[in-house]
């Protein structure tokens, strides 16, 4: 019956597609990086009443802006270039509780969703309580920008933010609220979630130190996208490095400039 919801698959084909670019990438070892994407507004009234393949589970936390969600996630342990193979066998649809202090598994399969779950449900509901009609969280490891995390200079957000920026004018154009860092915690802890979720209030996207990045938003290939961007400006200024030479980068004036001719 999900099967039948085209709108549906054609998301849950699109979570497919980034999983496979992520693949692609090389930002995603074994089972790195995980994907949530809210489908409620997808799903008819029937399919959000799907009985559960499994006994409900606690949230750390009551969700208040998701009481009733469904959303697509990623399995824990599971490889991204399976989730491109076979989204259904390597992920499910998960439904918050009506009370928001549980979720249970509606379909296709009782597969455990990510590690990275609290963690994922925190930033939608931080998000969409501010207003915003957020739909995704996407955690990879991408291996330019971890590795930029290893410099203890690249953990100061307006610099780091400032090095991407002015490798390429993109960068500022596609990332304007800039990067928001996290230090080192310990993966799919609240820890790691909160204060992630402390870096949402000013960034889209967010580097955690020595581990992974995280974007949210509105659409699950604009989040790709983004953190693509980031990496392409992470390869031109590795490429000079490795060249030999420092960046000289675009100048505060010519970033500047793309501020009124983009609206930015
Ligand atoms: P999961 O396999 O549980 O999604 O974990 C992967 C990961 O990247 C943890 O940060
Ligand atoms: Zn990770």
Redesign the pocket.
């Known amino acids: 019956m999900i099967r039948d919801n085209k709108e549906l698959m054609a998301e849950i084909g699109r979570v497919a597609e980034v999983a496979g670019y992520l693949w692609t990438k090389g930002w995603a070892e074994r ?4 994907i949530s994407v809210n489908v409620t507004h997808l799903m008819t009234d029937e399919e959000k009443a799907l009985p559960a393949l499994a006994a409900r589970v606690q949230l750390p936390a009551e969700m208040d802006a998701l009481k009733g969600h469904v959303f697509f996630v ?5 490889r991204m270039r399976y989730v491109a193979q076979n989204p259904f066998e390597n992920g499910s649809l998960i439904r918050i509780s009506p009370d928001g202090l549980f979720y249970e598994i509606i379909a296709e399969k009782p597969t455990q969703p ?3 779950l609290p963690s994922h449900l925190s930033m939608h509901n931080y998000v969409r309580s501010t207003g915003r009609d957020n739909r995704v969280v996407l ?3 991408p291996t330019d920008l971890i590795g930029l995390t290893h410099g203890p200079k690249f953990l100061n957000s307006e610099y780091l933010t400032r090095t991407l920026w002015a490798m390429i004018p993109e960068c500022r154009i596609i990332v304007p609220k800039g990067i928001g860092i996290v230090r080192y915690e310990i ?2 802890t609240m820890d790691l979630a909160r204060a992630t979720i402390k870096q949402l209030e000013k960034h889209d996207v967010v580097f955690w130190e020595k ?2 990045i995280l974007a949210v938003g509105e659409d699950l290939i604009e989040c790709f996208d983004t953190i693509d961007t980031l990496s392409k400006s992470a390869q031109i200024y590795f490429s000079a490095r490795m060249a030999g030479f420092e960046p000289e980068g675009m100048t505060d004036e010519q970033l500047d400039g793309l501020v009124d001719a983009f609206n930015l």
């Open positions: 089972n790195g990086g995980n990623t399995g824990t342990g599971k990510t590690s990275e955690h990879t490891h993966p799919g581990h992974g």
